[in-house]
């Protein structure tokens, strides 16, 4: 009895459509980083409210974790401001806490981020904030003008973020 073998036509056709799938997935899953002299796109996120809040053109700087280290940093870092603080500084808080388990971020951690006197846009699937730049273990603060980066700062301790802010501020950022 001789060996079947499968259609020719139907396996002729897979390399086809891999050639034509390869693109898509290639741009959806390893889009690059955005880096200095890029312009974000504008991004609109929940808070930890549930409000829906905006990254825009108004926006002067980013402040912005992916991991629980570098969230620790930028909590640490804002402890005592007063409400409107960020605000003041054309400044918004994002995280991606895509990685922290749903249980854990609706009974635990959401609950306590809205005892902060500020707001926080929360990325819940990570899609989103996917191209902000970031380093594990450390906050990222990135400077805009008009959604153009012009800087990038991965700082490793909190009393970092207040001063790239002042810093930011006196320099005309504001």
Known sequence: MPLRTPR?????????????????????????PYAVGDTIEPLTLEDQHGDRRSVDESVRVILFSRDMDGGDILKQGLADVEPG??????????????????????????????KRPYAMLLDRDGETTARLPDTEG????????????????HVMEASAVRRELEENAASGGD
């Open 8 to 32: 020719s036509s139907t396996w002729q056709s897979i390399p086809w459509v891999l050639a034509l799938l390869a693109p898509l997935v290639a741009n959806a899953s390893f889009a690059q």
């Open 85 to 114: 603080y960020l605000d003041g500084q054309h400044a918004v808080y994002v995280a991606d806490i895509s990685g922290m388990p749903g249980l854990i971020a609706k009974m635990f951690a959401i609950p306590a981020m809205r």
């Open 138 to 153: 450390q906050a990222t603060l990135i400077f805009l003008d008009r959604l153009t980066i012009e800087r990038i700062a």
